[in-house]
Antibody
Framework: QITLKESGPTLVKPTQTLTLTCTFSGFSLSTSAVGVGWIRQPPGKALEWLALIYWDDDKRYSPSLKSKLTITKDTSKNQVVLTMTKMDPVDTATYYC????????????WGQGTLVTVSS | QSALTQPASVSGSPGQSITISCTGTSSDVGTYNLVSWYQQHPGKAPKVMIYDDNKRPSGVSNRFSGSKSGNTASLTISGLQAEDEADYYCCSYAGSTTNWVFGGGTKLTVL
C-alpha cells in the first residue's frame, strides 16, 4: 500500500525559503523508473507541476520556477524534500507530492496536500 | 494561463454522457501518448482516472474513457452519476525541457 504525506510550515513570510518534506511508504525510491513529484494548487485555481526526482537522482524542474526550486531525496529515510526560495504571496497554494511508477509516467498516488500561506 | 486548454465547465444529467476536451500542441499532446486525466473532489487530492491517453487504472469505473486526435485529448464519462461531479484536469508530458503540463481544469456539474 503506497502512501505519501507532505509536511512543512503552514505560514511563511515573503522572501523566506520554504522547505517541504514528502514522507512515503509502500515503495522504494531506489527502484528503477520510480519518481516522486511535487504539484501545487493555488486556492480555487488549477494544478501546476513543479518538480520531480527519479530513482537515479535525475531531477526535473518547471522551467518557469527552476531558479527557485531544489528537489532532493533521502532514500534511507523514504523522504523527498522540495525547497522553494524567495517566497511570494502568489506562491500561496496547497502543495502535493505524488508517486510516479515509470519514467514520464502519470502520478498514480498522491499525498493529502499541505496548504502553505505566504503572508507577512 | 495553463499550457493545456480545457473548457471551464460542462454539465449533464444523470445517465447521460459528457466529453471534456484538452487541447495542447504538437510539443505535448500531439507528440506523446502520455496524457492523463485526474478527478478532484472539493478539498481532496487528485485521483488518476486515465493514463497514457486511454488506459484505465485498476478500480476506475469503465464509464470513464480517454481518447486523442491530433493535439486534442478527450475524457468521456458515460452514464453520469452524482458522484462524478468534480473538477477534472488533463496533464501531458511535454518533453525534457518542459516536462509536465496541466490543463486549467473543468468543473463537471451533474444536474
Amino acid at each position: 500500500q503506497i502512501t505519501l504525506k507532505e509536511s512543512g510550515p503552514t505560514l511563511v513570510k515573503p522572501t523566506q525559503t520554504l522547505t517541504l518534506t514528502c514522507t512515503f511508504s509502500g515503495f522504494s525510491l531506489s527502484t528503477s523508473a520510480v519518481g516522486v513529484g511535487w504539484i501545487r494548487q493555488p486556492p480555487g485555481k488549477a494544478l501546476e507541476w513543479l518538480a520531480l526526482i527519479y530513482w537515479d537522482d535525475d531531477k526535473r524542474y518547471s522551467p518557469s520556477l527552476k531558479s527557485k526550486l531544489t528537489i532532493t531525496k533521502d532514500t534511507s529515510k523514504n523522504q523527498v524534500v522540495l525547497t522553494m526560495t524567495k517566497m511570494d504571496p502568489v506562491d500561496t497554494a496547497t502543495y502535493y507530492c505524488a508517486h510516479s511508477l515509470s519514467v514520464y509516467g502519470h502520478f498514480d498516488y498522491w499525498g493529502q496536500g499541505t496548504l502553505v500561506t505566504v503572508s507577512s | 494561463q495553463s499550457a493545456l486548454t480545457q473548457p471551464a465547465s460542462v454539465s449533464g444529467s444523470p445517465g447521460q454522457s459528457i466529453t471534456i476536451s484538452c487541447t495542447g500542441t504538437s510539443s505535448d499532446v500531439g507528440t506523446y501518448n502520455l496524457v492523463s486525466w485526474y478527478q478532484q473532489h472539493p478539498g481532496k487530492a487528485p485521483k488518476v482516472m486515465i493514463y497514457d491517453d486511454n488506459k484505465r487504472p485498476s478500480g476506475v469505473s469503465n464509464r470513464f474513457s480517454g481518447s486523442k486526435s491530433g493535439n486534442t485529448a478527450s475524457l468521456t464519462i458515460s452514464g453520469l452519476q452524482a458522484e462524478d461531479e468534480a473538477d477534472y484536469y488533463c496533464c501531458s508530458y511535454a518533453g525534457s525541457t518542459t516536462n509536465w503540463v496541466f490543463g486549467g481544469g473543468t468543473k463537471l456539474t451533474v444536474l
